[in-house]
Structure formats: structure tokens, C-alpha cells
């Protein structure tokens, strides 16, 4: 059963850049199995969809956030990565980790505050 | 961008009544890639339909979707009380991935 764990700051100053980790167990993040997704859910609003990676390097993100967004893989560690670019107070949410067919992480919070 | 809207945005319900979720697209959801999810405060939302209206493993049977096209449907049969939560519809078929604002299922 794979399962996936978000970790990062909880805490970014406005103009830098959100890291967060997805660590996986119970598959290898180069299997091509599945789809690895990143989303997002800003204080009582609903979900967003940041992007996803497959294969280890076909992407696909959100057109709202391509020009901040990168996702990426780290196969000697079996982690997904997110990085976001140049946040403002708009990009405070819980950030959540997703193995397709519905592996959600418990999610991590992320206040954008200086 | 399809657009996902979600009626009625609040059912007030009791225990043991039927639920019925309604989830609109703006255009035709491809391959009906339409997925429902529940979510209670502070957790991860939990995979319950996918593809329209296969129950995703562990989901009880009183969960049950329908749909093609541009309309959808979330049915509870019968409501039990770890059901009242807030449901959002996701379409998958098409980038960008999209929600819908989401139905929020509350004791009456």
C-alpha cells in the first residue's frame, strides 16, 4: 500500500520560495504506476490542483502557477519535491501530496508572512 | 479551464435520509475522468468515486455515482453519522485538473 508524507517550512517570508518533500513508501517514485500530484487548500476555501509529475519526468501543472511551479523527483531518496517561487500571502495553504488513485498525505501548512 | 459547480452548496439532513450531490461541468468531462472526494476538518480529502462511478477500495456501498457528460451525481443512501462532512467533484480528463466548490452535508 503506497502511502505519501509531506515535510517542509511552515513558515516562508514573502518573495522567496516554498520547498516541500513528499516522502513515499510502499512504491518507488520511478515505477511509472502512478501519478505523483501536489494541491493545495488555502484556510476554509476549497482544493487547487498545483500539478503532477509521471515517469520521473513528464510534468504537467497548473496554468494559474506554471511560471512559479516546479516539481521534480529525487529517486536516490524516493521523494517528490515542490518548489514555488516568488510567494505572496495568496499562497498560505495546506499543501498536500497525492499518489494517484486517491493516496493523499495528511498535509502540511504553509503560512507565507514575514 | 472545464469549471465544476456543486449543488446545493449546503443539504441539512438527519441520519438514515438519502443524499443526493450534484456536480455540473461547463463542458463535456472526457472519458467521464469525474471523481468524488469527502473531506472532514482538518484532514486530507478521501478518494470515494472515481471515473464516474466506481467506489475507490474500502468506500461502503451507500456511496454511489452516476453521470456522463457534463452532469453528475453523488448519491448517499442512507446517511450515517460519520457521513456529514463536505463532498467536492474533480474532473481529471482535462488539464488543468478542477474541483468544484464543494457541498457541505450537515445534521438538521
Known amino acids: 500500500q503506497v502511502q505519501v508524507q509531506e515535510s517542509g517550512p511552515g513558515l516562508v517570508k514573502p518573495s522567496e520560495t516554498l520547498s516541500l518533500t513528499c516522502t513515499v513508501s510502499?512504491?518507488?517514485?520511478?515505477?511509472?504506476?502512478?501519478?505523483w500530484s501536489w494541491y493545495r487548500q488555502p484556510p476554509g476555501k476549497g482544493l487547487e490542483w498545483i500539478g503532477y509529475i509521471y515517469n520521473t519526468w513528464s510534468t504537467n501543472y497548473n496554468p494559474s502557477l506554471t511560471s512559479r511551479v516546479t516539481i521534480s523527483v529525487d529517486t536516490s531518496k524516493n521523494q517528490i519535491s515542490l518548489k514555488v517561487n516568488s510567494v505572496t500571502a495568496a499562497d498560505t495553504a495546506v499543501y498536500y501530496c497525492e499518489a494517484s488513485g486517491g493516496h493523499w498525505g495528511q498535509g502540511t501548512l504553509v503560512i507565507v508572512s514575514s | 479551464e472545464i469549471v465544476l459547480t456543486q449543488s446545493p452548496g449546503t443539504l441539512s439532513l438527519s441520519p438514515g435520509e438519502r443524499a443526493t450531490l450534484s456536480c455540473r461541468a461547463s463542458?463535456?468531462?472526457?472519458?467521464?475522468?469525474l471523481a468524488w472526494y469527502q473531506q472532514k476538518p482538518g484532514q486530507a480529502p478521501r478518494l470515494l468515486i472515481y471515473a464516474a462511478s466506481s467506489r475507490a477500495t474500502g468506500i461502503p456501498d451507500r456511496f454511489s455515482g452516476s453521470g456522463s457528460g457534463t452532469d453528475f451525481t453523488l448519491t448517499i443512501s442512507r446517511l450515517e453519522p460519520e457521513d456529514f462532512a463536505v463532498y467536492y467533484c474533480q474532473q481529471y480528463g482535462s488539464s488543468p485538473w478542477t474541483f468544484g466548490q464543494g457541498t457541505k452535508v450537515e445534521i438538521k
Open positions: 510502499g512504491a518507488s517514485v520511478s515505477s511509472g504506476s502512478y501519478y
Open positions: 463542458q463535456s468531462v472526457r472519458s467521464s475522468y
